[in-house]
């Protein structure tokens, strides 16, 4: 039996792991320039139409990559507030050190995704989406702490940590000081859950 014969009875949630595998090899060795969903079917031994199946067009899939990190970072949040106290400072220990550790698990890849599809409005979408279920979690936990982030807050730490991930990539600050300067900032931001909320 032939490889391709195995690869079109694969399972559809396993083929679409395969194809946002490799989209992401493609695009860590020749970037998003080139990334094609032609070039994502042949890399990946399948004909065009599989890929269009699964992702429709060249920002579908640019867009599910990016969905893919979103998941991968709620994820280690998640496991990083398993190992720690419901105390405030370990919970924005935990919120900052995903927060920056997962972009810098990405690297540029995620970078050049978001900059592939920056005006796109399936991108704002996307990241509205992606953003606000990473902040409700960030929400639930802090509000077991007796405080919360309201959203100018939410918004300052989304900035801030894409700005310290820039940092860090760049080599311009430390993971660690990236990582120590987003707890900081999430400390000054969340206010008491009952502080009324500024107009």
Not at 188 to 197: F, N, Q, R
């Amino acid at each position: 039996m032939s490889d391709g014969a195995r690869q079109r009875r694969m399972p559809r949630r396993e083929r679409r792991a395969q194809l946002l595998a490799v989209a992401r090899e493609l695009i860590r060795e020749r970037g998003t320039d080139e990334f094609t969903l032609g070039r994502l079917a042949e890399r990946a031994g399948v004909t065009k139409p599989v890929v269009y199946d699964h992702f429709g067009d060249r920002a579908g899939a640019l867009a599910e990559l990016y969905r893919e990190f979103e998941e991968q970072q709620r994820a280690a949040l998640t496991a990083a507030l398993a190992d720690e106290p419901l105390a405030l400072d370990a919970v924005c220990r935990a919120v900052a050190g995903a927060y920056i550790d997962c972009s810098l698990a990405e690297g540029r890849e995620l970078a050049d995704v978001v900059s592939a599809l920056d005006g796109s409005a399936m991108l704002v979408e996307v990241r509205r989406e992606a953003e606000g279920a990473y902040l409700a979690l960030c929400d639930d936990v802090l509000a077991s702490c007796g405080v919360r982030l309201d959203d100018a807050g939410a918004q300052a730490l989304v900035g801030a940590g894409d700005a310290l991930s820039r940092a860090a990539l760049d080599e311009r600050v430390s993971p660690a000081a990236a990582r120590s300067t987003l707890t900081r900032a999430l400390r000054a931001l969340v206010t008491s859950a009952t502080e009324p909320e500024e107009s």
